[in-house]
């Protein structure tokens, strides 16, 4: 048990030390406005460099990428049905759709389905 102090301190200072150290140097000494600026053929720039984002398009995105990899999932349902009970398969089948059409509905409720606000 005596042994394993020695270890435990050297296992904490020498990455303490190596981190100190790397942040050190690792840092500019020099922050210049002019090298930190963007550059446009040597003028300050016109316009911001930042496009807005429709947050819109982004949740009509999204949406669409979970339905489609919902419909991907219903895609095996589909090869399966042949080699299984058709009642159980029948009720998975409706409760997993059941389950993405009361997605969507909430979807339209909530009004992402939007495009225009």
Same mark, same amino acid.
């Given at each position: 048990?005596?042994? =394993?102090?020695?270890?435990?301190?050297?296992?904490?200072?020498?990455?303490?030390?190596?981190?100190?150290?790397?942040?050190?140097?690792?840092?500019?000494?020099?922050?210049?406005?002019?090298?930190?600026?963007?550059?446009?053929?040597?003028?300050?720039?016109?316009?911001?460099?930042? =496009?807005?984002?429709?947050?819109?398009?982004?949740?009509?995105?999204?949406?669409?990428?979970?339905?489609?990899?919902?419909?991907?999932?219903?895609?095996?349902? !589909?090869?399966?049905?042949?080699?299984?009970? !058709?009642?159980?398969? !029948?009720?998975?089948?409706?409760?997993?759709?059941?389950?993405?059409?009361?997605?969507?509905?909430?979807?339209?409720?909530?009004?992402? !389905?939007?495009?225009?606000?």
């Amino acid at each position: 048990m005596l042994m =394993m102090v020695p270890s435990f301190l050297i296992s904490i200072i020498i990455p303490t030390v190596i981190i100190m150290i790397s942040t050190n140097l690792s840092k500019k000494m020099i922050h210049d406005r002019e090298k930190s600026s963007p550059f446009e053929c040597g003028f300050d720039p016109k316009s911001p460099s930042r =496009m807005p984002f429709s947050l819109q398009f982004f949740m009509i995105a999204v949406v669409f990428l979970v339905f489609d990899v919902e419909i991907a999932m219903i895609l095996p349902t !589909l090869i399966i049905m042949k080699s299984s009970n !058709l009642t159980i398969w !029948l009720m998975s089948s409706s409760i997993f759709i059941f389950i993405l059409l009361s997605g969507l509905y909430h979807e339209w409720n909530q009004g992402a !389905l939007k495009w225009a606000a």
